[in-house]
């Protein structure tokens, strides 16, 4: 008996650009859309706006985007990379800096936690409920405190009363007022 060779299954082709379209796609861009437009706002915008001065004589005052600021081309960074003096010197001590800061302190940092959180989790440290807290606790304690300072400067006979009451005003009762302040 010969056997009878069945095809095999064809695979379905997508397109040439390949992905998620249609419904799908209009989806996945509308979910997108606020963080991408947040990044744009206060990330890319500024960045451009920076971008722009800097090639502007801008001396501080006003707006840089003002008619009366004068383009000085590329003039500001023929003068920052070329012109020996304060200007110069100022500039590569921050890029120093920054150089310092990104190739060490960061990676050491970053390794560091990485490390602890390890030796935290591994299975021969005794207390280990003690550790996690006082690694975590730091971040709690700015929060208490400062819910603490805000119950002071709120409460009926805290600091925000007391002011208002050197100027001759009866100030609310802010928590205790069912209705509000």
């Known amino acids: ?28 861009w509308l979910f997108v859309a606020p963080v991408l437009v ?6 890319l915008l500024p960045i451009l706006m920076a971008l722009f001065v800097s090639f502007t004589k801008w001396n501080g005052q006003g ?10 081309g590329a003039s500001n960074y023929t003068r920052l990379f070329a012109v020996d003096g304060l200007t110069r010197d100022d500039f590569m001590t921050s890029i120093r800096n920054n150089l310092y800061y990104v190739l060490m302190v960061v ?3 970053t390794v560091l ?3 602890l959180a390890l030796v935290v989790n591994g299975r021969l440290l005794r207390g280990k409920s003690f550790f996690r807290m006082a690694f975590y606790f730091p971040s709690v304690t700015s929060s208490v405190a400062i819910s603490v300072v805000f119950l002071f400067m709120f409460s009926n006979s805290g600091a925000i009363n007391a002011l208002l009451r050197a100027f001759g005003i009866h100030g609310p009762a802010w928590f205790s007022d069912p209705r509000g302040p």
């Open 113 to 115: 936690s990485l490390f």
């Open 63 to 72: 707006s840089p985007f003002s008619s009366g600021v004068p383009l000085a």
């Open 107 to 109: 990676p050491l940092q």
């Open 1 to 28: 008996m010969a056997s009878v060779a069945t095809p095999a299954p064809q695979r379905k082709r997508r397109g040439p650009r390949g992905g998620i379209h249609g419904p799908q796609g209009v989806t996945g």
């Open 38 to 43: 947040i990044l744009g706002v206060f990330l």
